[in-house]
């Protein structure tokens, strides 16, 4: 019998984990938890969290290089024209909206602070 996965949550590694946060936070994602390590007064590490959606940010040892990173992050919103002006009013510069075929209510895409390419997305058309 194959291992049996229960969940899957990324970890990405981060020039600021608060950067990251504050950056996360604009998607509406919440910190559950975090690491300040003793004598320092800033997060190492922090999970993140929003609905179903879960996302460890950790500091990096070395620089982040945007053209390096090779993954895409999906999240899945129930709006994305709200989600789209929403993120344009808080001064994130998401991509066009587009409808290919394979996501018809819509996808856009946006980079975190470290290059990391997230696709907002919207499965079911607007009704």
Known sequence: MAAHTRSLVAFAHVASVERSIGFYADLG??????????????PVWAWLESEKANLMVGQASGPIDAS????????????IRQAHAA?????????????????????????DPDGYVLMLAQIEPDS
Do not use: W
């Open 68 to 79: 390096r990173q090779a993954i895409l992050f999906y999240l899945y919103l129930d709006d």
């Open 87 to 111: 993120l344009e009013r808080l001064g994130h510069s998401p991509g066009e909206i587009r409808h290919p075929f394979y996501m018809p209510g819509g996808e856009c895409r946006l980079e």
């Open 29 to 42: 994602f919440k910190v559950a938890n975090t690491v300040v390590p003793e004598g320092q007064s800033t």
